[in-house]
């Protein structure tokens, strides 16, 4: 049985991941899309009788073949590099877009049980959707507003109150980081900047200690942050290395609520962020069906990354 990886040397899960994999007697197949169509190549036959090859040529010349996968793991796909030597813009955009019709449409063609499937997880990366979806299995979650409104911004934050709104972005990369913030006052004369792109606000969740529960496949690893101990307390990202962690017991129906939402949204890992509030309640903040888990993992001893590779070794589960 083949295990493909969709994923690139830069990414700190890839390396612990395989290595386990190799402890069960694996040798997965890692395919980094920055590399097509430059460096390597995929081959898909059609034709009568049994069998339809489905080729994978890797930068090193190894022939994979895509048909005996079984198990592959979405995990950080990185964007395709046109070749350099097409110089017009518009020819480069065609050629991109071939390249994702055609990986796209092998995505589909493997016989394989994905963690997660692609299309999911794109899906489920939605924040405007995640929310609806977590509603709807029960979960609270905090008052929200989506919106390019103004007008509808200072309705929602007047609502609330100044100091009681927080306001984030949809994504956060390293050259374009926005942690969550509290609304202050004087940020009220910036609300008209929302017209050049939505903005997420919601309602400020009091927190005893944040929640990131990891669920890979069946299995659940909730760990208790401790954010309030911090001198940034909205936004624990800010204090990766110093904050607290331990592992936490969620009560049983807020684990039977976050496996419907996994099998709502046709995943089969996602990291949820989560505020036991000082009164006891669970408020759902979101997914990350891609998530990482290492920086858990290395606190409080939790062993996900065999989690993944037993999930990814054994598919049919």
Same mark, same amino acid.
């Given at each position: 049985?083949? +295990?493909?990886?969709?994923?690139?040397?830069?990414?700190?899960?890839?390396?612990?991941?395989?290595?386990? =994999? !190799?402890? =069960?007697?694996?040798?997965?197949?890692?395919?980094? =899309?920055?590399?097509? %169509?430059?460096?390597?190549?995929?081959?898909?036959?059609?034709?009568?009788? &049994?069998?339809?090859?489905?080729? *994978?040529?890797?930068? &090193?010349?190894?022939?994979?073949?895509?048909?005996?996968?079984?198990?592959?793991?979405?995990?950080?796909?990185?964007?395709?590099?046109?070749?350099?030597?097409?110089?017009?813009?518009?020819?480069?955009?065609?050629?991109?877009?071939?390249?994702?019709?055609?990986?796209?449409?092998?995505?589909?063609? *493997?016989?394989?049980?994905?963690?997660?499937?692609?299309?999911?997880?794109?899906?489920?990366?939605?924040?405007?959707?995640?929310?609806?979806?977590? !509603?709807?299995?029960?979960?609270? +979650?905090?008052?929200?507003?989506?919106?390019?409104?103004?007008?509808?911004? $200072?309705?929602?934050?007047?609502?609330?109150?100044?100091?009681?709104?927080?306001?984030?972005?949809?994504?956060?990369?390293?050259?374009?980081?926005?942690?969550?913030?509290?609304?202050?006052?004087?940020?009220?004369? *910036?609300?008209?900047?929302?017209?050049?792109?939505?903005?997420?606000?919601?309602?400020?969740?009091?927190?005893?200690?944040?929640?990131?529960?990891?669920?890979?496949?069946?299995? #659940?690893? %909730?760990?208790?942050?401790?954010?309030?101990?911090?001198?940034?307390?909205?936004?624990?990202?800010?204090?990766?290395?110093?904050?607290?962690?331990?592992?936490?017991?969620?009560?049983? %129906?807020?684990? &039977?609520? =976050?496996?419907?939402?996994?099998?709502?949204?046709?995943?089969?890992?996602?990291? #949820? @962020?989560? $505020?036991?509030?000082? @009164?006891?309640?669970?408020?759902? *903040?979101? +997914?990350?069906?891609?998530?990482?888990?290492?920086?858990?993992?290395? !606190?409080?001893?939790?062993?996900?990354?065999?989690?993944?590779?037993?999930?990814?070794?054994?598919?049919?589960?």
């Amino acid at each position: 049985m083949a +295990i493909l990886v969709v994923s690139h040397t830069g990414d700190d899960h890839l390396e612990p991941v395989v290595g386990a =994999l !190799k402890r =069960l007697g694996h040798d997965p197949v890692v395919f980094d =899309l920055a590399g097509y %169509p430059t460096e390597t190549a995929i081959a898909l036959s059609y034709a009568d009788g &049994d069998g339809d090859p489905l080729w *994978l040529e890797l930068a &090193d010349g190894r022939l994979v073949d895509l048909s005996r996968c079984r198990s592959a793991w979405w995990r950080r796909p990185m964007p395709f590099v046109v070749d350099p030597a097409i110089t017009d813009h518009g020819e480069a955009g065609w050629a991109y877009n071939e390249c994702h019709e055609a990986i796209s449409g092998l995505w589909s063609a *493997l016989d394989a049980t994905w963690v997660s499937p692609p299309q999911a997880t794109e899906a489920a990366m939605m924040k405007s959707w995640q929310l609806r979806v977590a !509603k709807s299995v029960g979960l609270e +979650i905090p008052r929200t507003l989506i919106t390019n409104s103004p007008r509808e911004a $200072r309705e929602f934050t007047h609502a609330l109150g100044v100091d009681r709104t927080v306001y984030k972005a949809f994504s956060a990369t390293v050259d374009n980081w926005r942690e969550t913030r509290v609304l202050r006052r004087p940020e009220l004369e *910036l609300l008209d900047a929302v017209r050049l792109a939505p903005v997420i606000f919601q309602e400020y969740v009091p927190a005893s200690v944040d929640l990131r529960v990891t669920l890979i496949g069946d299995e #659940v690893y %909730p760990a208790a942050i401790h954010s309030q101990d911090l001198e940034y307390t909205v936004d624990f990202r800010m204090h990766l290395d110093e904050v607290r962690m331990e592992p936490a017991v969620l009560p049983e %129906p807020v684990l &039977d609520a =976050l496996h419907r939402l996994l099998e709502r949204m046709n995943l089969r890992y996602g990291a #949820v @962020d989560m $505020r036991r509030t000082p @009164d006891g309640r669970y408020v759902f *903040l979101e +997914i990350n069906p891609a998530g990482q888990w290492i920086f858990v993992e290395e !606190k409080t001893g939790q062993p996900m990354t065999d989690a993944m590779a037993r999930l990814l070794a054994a598919p049919e589960k």
